[in-house]
C-alpha cells in the first residue's frame, strides 16, 4: 500500500521546502519530495547562499590587499583558493542540513529522488539506485524551480564553458574570464573573480547591462564596475564558442557588423534560467504549460487541474527565492481554505555586487510607458556621514513618487547595504506609505539609512544634506 498525504511537495528548494512547512503548520500531513539529495534548490546549494559566500570572500581579500591605504599596514596578502572554496561549502553543508532540520522538526516526510506524476493524484519516486516508490496526495505542489539556459549550439561543460554553477567550483583563477550576458548572476560572478585577479571581459547583446533595472542606476552601475577593472562589450551578439589551445575562443558580431574573437580561460554563459518542467510527466496528468514550458497557474496558483498547483521558477514572474518562498507560503495557505496572496509590486532584487544593486516596485521606464505622473527624490551616498567615514560612498538613493499622492511607486538604490535598505521602502510601499510618511520618520545618525529618507525629502525638493 502507498503512503497518503493530504498534500506533497515536488522540489525541496525555497519555494518548496517554505510550502511543506507551512501546510504542515497548518495541520496537513505533508510530504516533500527532493532530487539534488540535499534540500533548499538552486538557491542554497548552486545559487544564491555559495555565491554569496565567495562574493564576501573575495571582497575581503580584495580589502585586505589595500588596506595599507587607509594606514593599516599588512604583509603579502595570499590567496589559497581551496580554502576558501572550503568555507563556502561550509556555509552551504550548514545550511542545507538546517532545512533538513526544519522540516523533521515540522513533521514534513522527505523523500529523496525525482518525483513525476503517475495519476493526478499519485506520485512516482524513483531515487539515485532506481528504487521506485509511490505515494497518494489529495493536493500537490510543483515548486521544481529552474536551470541554467545556454545559447543555440553551445554545450556547457562545467569545465572550460560554465554556467553559474561551474563558476562556484573553479580550482583555479583564471587568467581571463569572459562573461556571456550582462544579467545580475554574471555580474556577481564576474565581479567574484575580478577582484581574485583575473581579467574579466562581458559580452553583452543589449546596449545596457541588467535588463528591466532602472536606466539610470544601470548606467551609473556599469561605470563603477568599469572604474573596478570589469571590460564591456556591449551590443556584441555570440555567434559561436569554439576551444582552443588555453580555452576558448568567443566569436561575436557587433551592431555594425565588426567581427570580434575574445581569448579566455573560461567562458562563463549566463544568458537567463528556464522553468525545470522536464521528467515531471506532466502530459500524462494534462497540466498545461505557457510557450516558455512554464507551468500555466491562476491567481491562486492552481493549474487547470484542480488539485494541482504550482510556485516559483516554474511558473511566471521573476525567478527569485524570496518570491518562491513567498508563494509557497500563500499557496499552503490557500490549500488549506485561508487567503494567501503575493504582492508582485513589492518584490525586491538585488545584486550582491560592491557596491549592491536593489530595486522595488516600477523603474522610471515603467511609469513613462504606463503614462503615470511622477516625481523624483534622490541623493548620494557622497554626501551621507556614515558612508564617507567608513570610505564606500559610491552610488545613491532614487525615489519615484506619484505626482499627485506622493504614493510611493518605487526605489532604486546603488551602494553600501543596498540589499538591506531597500526593506524599509518595501515596508513602505505595503501600508501605501507617501514619500512624505518616509521623509518624517526619524532615522538614526550616523547610518546608511540617512540616505533613503534624504532621497524621500528630496522628492519634495527638501533635502538637507545636498
Known sequence: MS??????????????????????????????????????????????????????????????????SKGIEVGEVKLNLEKMMKSKDKAVTILTKGVEFLLKKNKVAYYKGTGSFKTKNEILIKDDQNKETIIEAEKIVIATGSVPVSLPGIEIDEKVIVSSTGALKLDKVPKKMVVVGGG????????????????????????????????????????????????????????????????????????????????????????????????????????????????????TFETNINNIYAIGDVISGPMLAHKAEDEGIAVAENIAGQSGHVNYDTIPGVVYTTP?????????????????????????FMANSRAKAIDDAEGFVKILADETTDKVLGAHIIGPHAGELIAEIGVAMEFGASSEDIARTCHAHPTFSEAVKEAALSVDKRAIHS
Open 356 to 380: 549592491e544593486v536593489a530595486s522595488i516596485g516600477k523603474t522610471e521606464e515603467q511609469l513613462k510607458e504606463l503614462n503615470t505622473k511622477y516625481k523624483i527624490g534622490k541623493f548620494s
Open 3 to 68: 503512503e497518503k498525504f493530504q498534500a506533497v511537495v515536488i522540489g525541496g528548494g525555497p519555494g518548496g521546502y517554505v510550502c511543506a512547512i507551512r501546510l504542515a503548520q497548518l495541520g496537513l500531513k505533508t510530504a516533500c519530495i527532493e532530487s539534488r539529495g540535499s534540500l533548499g534548490g538552486t538557491c542554497l546549494n548552486v545559487g544564491c547562499i555559495p555565491s554569496k559566500s565567495l562574493l564576501n570572500l573575495s571582497e575581503e581579500f580584495h580589502k585586505v590587499q589595500n588596506l595599507s
Open 184 to 299: 545580475y548572476i554574471g555580474l556577481e560572478m564576474g565581479s567574484v573573480w575580478s577582484r581574485l585577479g583575473a581579467e574579466v571581459e562581458v559580452v553583452e547583446f543589449l546596449d545596457h547591462i541588467t535588463p528591466g533595472m532602472d536606466k539610470e542606476i544601470s548606467s551609473e552601475f556599469m561605470k563603477i564596475l568599469k572604474k573596478q577593472g570589469i571590460k564591456f562589450n556591449m551590443q556584441n551578439k555570440v555567434e559561436a564558442i569554439q576551444y582552443n589551445k588555453i580555452g576558448a575562443v568567443v566569436s561575436t558580431v557587433d551592431k555594425e557588423g565588426n567581427k570580434n574573437n575574445f581569448d579566455c580561460d573560461v567562458v562563463l554563459i549566463s544568458v537567463g534560467r528556464k522553468a525545470n518542467t522536464n521528467g515531471l510527466n506532466l502530459e500524462a496528468v494534462g497540466v498545461e504549460l505557457d510557450e516558455r514550458k512554464r507551468v500555466k497557474t491562476d491567481n
